[in-house]
């Protein structure tokens, strides 16, 4: 059977190359080659062996999604949608900044986990991604952006030594230097799968990304968190969005099964191993639902033994969705009660909601939702 080394991080690619008779340093030579080069051809890989390469053509590919389609924002947001099978689609967002570049990847194919502002929950949930779907978006961005144009290479030829990949349309060359777990699914009830990808995003032999550059948001399955913790902890993000239980349950319905108390115990626990010394809180502005001074003062009431920043996210709308972004003043008004609490706290720009990229826009395309209510992913977090 056809294995793709897109499943792989280094241990796995070791025993792989075992099991094929080689030398498991080769691994090492092959992570190079796959996620730092993009190769997807065995016979390009000019310092393997041949008859490696020869093994290698025959029982393995690299294989990533396939692009269905680009969406660029004015803004120079890009959205893809990716084929990942069975008529099911995700969604990857690049976003640009002057000093970095943040690409924000899925985790599942839509949500089970029913967050009623959410687009993705809307959409239901269909499965897991593979660690090659999950990966492979990383993988496939890194591709693309990595190309330059004619017209850089003629304007800065000193800075294109050796054969850069070149794209003819304009547009620019462009790297991520971070990585967001925070597109579609919760990362953390698809737990080994991106355990796995997140070792290849901080593996020097792959992308080299430090712990801090990577952030898994997860909407507060907290076992998970303890095992992240763990396993590869990298920088957590924690969707609170309300100040009470009565209010979360209604918003993040898993809320129910993990309440707050025990949510902000598991945030502490967290910093033990974590490569910042603050938990991000995302909070989402929904008008007139959790956007008041009072609300204000009761969620720095809440944290004030956790140590944390907060992030208020504008609420992104999409059809149906029965919320309202709360005004700007209002925003505003909120942050000033958090800040003036001693809290650190930003304000999120909204990127890409031209084309539907921004935070909880992302649908992609969910077929077969009917494992909405299944239990399995509530066994697989525990
Ligand atoms: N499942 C994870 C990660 C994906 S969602 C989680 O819930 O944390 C990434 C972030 O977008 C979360 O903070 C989520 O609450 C937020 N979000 C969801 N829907 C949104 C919307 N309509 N507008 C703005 N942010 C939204
Ligand atoms: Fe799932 Fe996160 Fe959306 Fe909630 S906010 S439904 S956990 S993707």
Redesign the pocket.
């Known amino acids: 059977m056809t294995v793709n080394l897109l499943d792989f991080d280094a241990k796995n690619l070791a025993s792989f190359c075992v099991k094929i008779g080689e030398k498991p340093f080769r691994a090492k030579q092959l992570l190079r080659w796959i996620h730092q080069s993009g190769e997807t051809d065995f016979a390009s890989m000019s310092n393997l062996a041949k008859g490696l390469r020869e093994k290698l053509s025959a029982t393995a590919v690299v294989e990533s999604p396939q692009v269905i389609s680009e969406h660029v924002s004015a803004d120079g947001t890009r959205k893809w949608l990716l084929d990942v099978g069975a008529g099911n689609g995700i969604e990857t967002v690049f976003i640009p900044e002057p000093n970095r570049g943040t690409l924000?990847i899925s985790?599942q194919v839509g949500?089970a986990?029913e967050?009623t502002?959410?687009?993705?929950?809307r959409q239901g949930f269909n499965r897991n991604l593979r660690v090659a779907e999950i990966i492979g978006q990383l993988w496939w961005a890194n591709k693309v952006l990595g190309e330059v144009t004619n017209d850089e290479i003629a304007s800065k030829p000193e800075y294109f030594v050796g054969e850069p990949r070149v794209v003819q349309s304009s547009g620019r060359s462009q790297t991520v230097s971070n990585v967001?777990?925070?597109?579609?699914?919760?990362?953390?009830?698809n737990f080994e799968n991106v355990a796995t990808a997140l070792d290849l995003m901080l593996d020097d032999n792959a992308y080299g990304l430090s712990r801090r550059r990577v952030t898994?948001?997860?909407?507060?399955l907290v076992p998970a968190m303890d095992r992240l913790r763990e396993r590869c902890p990298v920088s957590l993000?924690?969707?609170l969005?309300a100040p009470n239980d009565e209010l979360r349950d209604q918003l993040?319905p898993i809320n129910k099964k993990y309440p707050i108390k025990q949510l902000l115990a598991a945030c502490r626990r967290y910093l033990e191993n974590a490569p910042r010394d603050f938990i991000t809180f995302?909070?989402?502005m929904l008008a007139g639902v959790n956007d008041s001074v009072a609300q204000a003062r009761e969620l720095v009431k809440l944290v004030r033994e956790t140590p944390c920043k907060f992030?208020l996210?504008?609420?992104?709308?999409?059809s149906n969705?029965g919320?309202e972004?709360s005004s700007s003043a209002v925003t505003y008004r909120f942050r000033d009660v958090l800040m003036q609490a001693g809290l650190m706290t930003t304000v999120?720009k909204t990127r890409g909601d031209d084309i539907a990229a921004?935070?909880?826009?992302?649908a992609g395309r969910v077929l077969n939702k009917t494992q909405r209510k299944s239990h399995v992913f509530i066994e697989a977090v525990r």
Do not use: D, K
């Open positions: 924000c985790s949500c986990l967050c502002f959410c687009s993705t929950g967001v777990m925070m597109g579609m699914g919760e990362p953390l009830a898994v948001s997860t909407s507060g993000a924690v969707s969005h993040v995302e909070y989402i992030n996210i504008p609420f992104n709308s999409f969705s919320y972004r999120r921004a935070c909880g826009q992302l």
